[in-house]
């Protein structure tokens, strides 16, 4: 029979860990702030690094992608035309490739038509990609201004171009 204490210490250990899985599994989803990062630019020769939080004030789309996958073929230059129209109004781009060794990326954007305009930062170790429970490629995370997601989205299909235009314009 177990005494009292034991079942009170018990209890409280279990809650604990209730709440540590409640918190973790909810770092990351729509409402909630976007988790701060820094990963180097993989086109920078000086290191440059690029941090989310610097881009506060911005409406960010962060966008996961691995130069294995089809569907980031199509998605990156796609963004790419959404990047250069609505930039100047505050709209950043960092597409976060997970790719190692990291110059797979690097051949991956060197057979694309058109050179990519915005960020690209690498993830070598996948541990900002860990950070937000990316599950498959491409995954995007549209954060306001305010640095809070507003739209999870996984994978990429025909028409997706215009659901984003229609989310960013609303928070333009």
Not at 28 to 37: H, R, T
Not at 139 to 150: D, H, M
Not at 153 to 167: F, K, Q, S, T
Request: aromatic content about 10%; charged content about 30%.
């Amino acid at each position: 029979m177990m005494n009292k204490q034991y079942l009170t210490v018990t209890l409280f250990a279990m809650m604990a860990l209730a709440g540590m899985a409640t918190t973790s599994a909810g770092e990351i989803a729509e409402g909630k702030p976007a988790p701060d990062f820094s990963l180097p630019d993989i086109r920078s020769e000086s290191g440059d690094m690029i941090t989310l939080s610097d881009f506060r004030g911005d409406v960010v789309y962060v966008d996961f992608w691995a130069s294995w996958c089809l569907p980031c073929l199509r998605s990156l230059p796609e963004i790419n035309e959404l990047y250069s129209e609505y930039r100047d109004r505050g709209f950043e781009v960092i597409a976060i490739t997970i790719d190692h060794p990291i110059e797979d990326a690097f051949e991956f954007l060197d057979d694309l038509d058109e050179p990519i305009a915005y960020l690209i930062a690498g993830d070598e170790d996948a541990d900002v990609m860990d950070r937000y429970r990316v599950r498959g490629m491409p995954t995007s995370f549209l954060i306001n201004r305010e640095g809070v997601v507003t739209k999870i989205h996984e994978g990429y299909r025909e028409g997706d171009i215009e659901l984003l235009e229609r989310e960013l314009q609303a928070l333009l």
